[in-house]
C-alpha cells in the first residue's frame, strides 16, 4: 500500500509569508503528527491530529498551526515566517491515536530567505 | 528537567563487527522506547519497539534492550555492512503516553 505522501517536497519562501504543507496518511491511518527537524534541535514533536481534532500540540508558538480532514488528509500552516522557521517538516501517520508505530513520510524542505 | 541523550553524535565501526548504540533518558517513565532509522534527506523508518516490561527485543540481526532502572536501551546491529550505515534515533513516548520525544541521533559509519 501507499505509504505517507508529502506535499511539496522543496519550498522556498520569504520571511514574513506564510507557508501551507500537506500530508496524506496511509490508507486506513487515523493519527497524523507533525515534526519539525533541524539540526540543531533534533526532531520535535510539533502537534498530532486524530478525527479531525488536534489532541496534543508541542511547544511552538501560535503561529504554527495544522487541521485535519474527514479523509485523515492534514495540512499544517505556519505564518509570518521566520528564518529559524527553515527546517525538514516531517509527517507521520498512525493507526489509531497514541499508536506505538509511526510511518514517516519524506518530509518537506521548507527554506525561508 | 526531562532529556534524551543518545551516546554519541557519530559512530564509526568496521564491517562485520557488532555496533551498539546507547540512548539513555532523564525524567521520564516511558511506557515504551522504540528506534528509527533515518538516511539523508528522508523520513525516519521504523525498527524496532520494546515495552517497559520486556527486558529485550530481536528482529534479524537487530535487538534492543531496555532497563528502565539504568533508564537506558541498548541498540546492537550485528554482522555490521556498509548499507547499515545511517542516523539512528531513539522515541519514547513522554509520562502521558501522547507523543513521541526523540533523541538526538547517532550516525553510524560501518567501514567495508
Known amino acids: 500500500k501507499a505509504g505517507v505522501t508529502q506535499t511539496p517536497r522543496y519550498l522556498i519562501k520569504t520571511r514574513g509569508q506564510q507557508v501551507t504543507l500537506s500530508c496524506s496518511p496511509i490508507?486506513?491511518?487515523?493519527?497524523v503528527s507533525w515534526y519539525q527537524q533541524t539540526p540543531g534541535q533534533g526532531l520535535q514533536f510539533l502537534f498530532e491530529?486524530?478525527?479531525?481534532?488536534?489532541?496534543n500540540k508541542g511547544n511552538f508558538p501560535g503561529r504554527f498551526s495544522g487541521r485535519q480532514f474527514s479523509n485523515s488528509r492534514s495540512e499544517m500552516n505556519v505564518s509570518t515566517l521566520e528564518l529559524g522557521d527553515s527546517a525538514l517538516y516531517l509527517c507521520?501517520?498512525?493507526?489509531?491515536?497514541?499508536?506505538?508505530?509511526?510511518?514517516f513520510g519524506q518530509g518537506t524542505r521548507l527554506t525561508v530567505v | 528537567s526531562q532529556k534524551i541523550e543518545q551516546n554519541s553524535e557519530a559512530l564509526n565501526i568496521q564491517e562485520g563487527k557488532t555496533a551498539t548504540l546507547t540512548c539513555n533518558y532523564t525524567?521520564?517513565?516511558?511506557?515504551?522506547l522504540q528506534w528509527y532509522r533515518q538516511d539523508p534527506g528522508r523520513g525516519p523508518v521504523f525498527l524496532l519497539l520494546?515495552?517497559?516490561?520486556?527486558k529485550e527485543k530481536r528482529k534479524e540481526r537487530l535487538k534492543v534492550t531496555f532497563d528502565t532502572t539504568l533508564k537506558q536501551s541498548l541498540f546492537h546491529i550485528t554482522a555490521s555492512q556498509p548499507a547499515d550505515s545511517a542516523t539512528y534515533l531513539c522515541a519514547l513516548d513522554d509520562n502521558y503516553g501522547q507523543n513521541f520525544v526523540f533523541g538526538p541521533g547517532t550516525r553510524l559509519s560501518v567501514l567495508p
Open positions: 525524567n521520564y517513565s516511558p511506557a515504551y
Open positions: 491530529y486524530f478525527s479531525e481534532t488536534q489532541r
Open positions: 520494546i515495552r517497559e516490561n520486556e
Open positions: 507521520a501517520s498512525s493507526l489509531e491515536l497514541g499508536n506505538t508505530e509511526a510511518f
Open positions: 490508507s486506513g491511518h487515523r493519527s
